[in-house]
């Protein structure tokens, strides 16, 4: 579904691909919207666990986490030299959202979460320096997560990973105009320290 999307995955293929009967299929879900539940589910787990475990977590200070954050997401997103397999979260919202209100709901609600984890850095770093432009956090973090979301069906659709890095660094340069450059600067020193 990740690679073909929903309605291109064909229950025969998720058999095969599984190792069971379609009998074996409807004995575990009810639907291939069960399904695709399910393999949501699965798939933000994944994401959370990657994230926790992410180097950028251990900086201490807010601002060079969300600068090794945007560091960390083009890499693990393959760069400029790979292309990212996308997010199945983003496939499924963007295939499924006026079909399935069931499917649309899960992902929004995902999408709140991984935004949520952002914001928290980003009213940290807020406290900590004051910016120059004053920002609401949890927009800007929304703001982050649509733009990675758009980014990465461009990076599809274009066949390459450009745009999505691209996109990302727009995004360091918006931060660097809302914290200032000797901000960014000594936050991003604290990066480079841990190796990010």
Do not use: W
Request: with cysteine; glycine share 8%.
């Amino acid at each position: 579904m990740r690679a073909q999307g929903f309605h291109a995955t064909s229950l025969d293929e998720i058999c095969s691909a599984a190792g069971v009967t379609k009998g074996g299929f409807f004995h575990y879900f009810k639907s291939k919207d069960e399904l695709a539940q399910a393999a949501l589910s699965r798939f933000q787990e994944g994401r959370v666990m990657t994230f926790a475990d992410a180097p950028f977590r251990k900086l201490s200070d807010p601002l060079a986490r969300i600068l090794g954050r945007l560091d960390f997401v083009e890499e693990s997103s393959g760069g400029t030299k790979g292309l990212t397999k996308g997010c199945l979260i983003g496939v499924l919202a963007q295939e499924l959202s006026f079909t399935s209100a069931g499917l649309r709901s899960v992902c929004h609600e995902i999408f709140l979460r991984f935004a949520e984890d952002i914001e928290q850095d980003l009213s940290k770093a807020k406290a900590k320096y004051v910016p120059v432009i004053d920002f609401d956090p949890k927009k800007l973090s929304l703001f982050y997560v649509a733009l990675f979301q758009g980014s990465s069906l461009m990076a599809k659709a274009s066949a390459g990973n450009s745009i999505l890095v691209d996109n990302i660094e727009q995004f360091r340069a918006h931060l660097k105009s809302l914290f200032g450059d000797a901000n960014i600067t000594a936050a991003a020193s604290s990066v480079s320290l841990v190796g990010i």
